[in-house]
């Protein structure tokens, strides 16, 4: 199994990004996938999570009305689209699958999660 995060980079402030998780190994199909980040000297966070077979999100706070979560099935590919970037958004934004129907909940441990990517840093600038 493997989840590969890609198109992170180096952004201006206001600027947009998309990343995407290519998932090798299992089928999209009664899993969950979300995306986490982690800045410097910070704990990892969770941002968003999506619910595969019923469409269901869940965005952190911080990223409402920002972010966009989505997957492409027939390519087992989620993407994590992030418009109106700020500086705080800079960190590694890592990918996580969950091999259940149901977002997991806010305070599910991070190593009760099925499986991570190697993660795609994103750098906003002010």
């Known amino acids: 199994v493997q989840l590969v995060e890609s198109g992170g980079g180096l952004v201006q402030a206001g600027g947009s990004l998309r990343l995407s998780c290519l998932i090798a190994g299992f089928d999209l199909r009664d899993h969950s996938i979300g995306w986490y980040r982690q800045a410097p000297a910070k704990k990892r966070e969770g941002v968003t999570w999506l619910a595969i077979n019923d469409g269901s999100t869940y965005y952190a706070y911080a990223v409402r009305g920002r972010f966009i979560i989505s997957a492409d099935n027939a390519k087992n590919t989620v993407y994590l689209q992030m418009n109106n970037l700020k500086p705080v958004d800079t960190a590694i934004y890592y990918c996580?699958?969950?091999?259940?129907?149901?977002?997991?909940?806010?305070?599910?441990?991070?190593?009760?999660?099925?499986?991570w990517g190697d993660g795609t840093q994103v750098t906003v600038s002010s």
């Open positions: 996580a699958s969950d091999h259940s129907d149901q977002i997991p909940s806010v305070d599910v441990g991070l190593e009760d999660l099925d499986f």
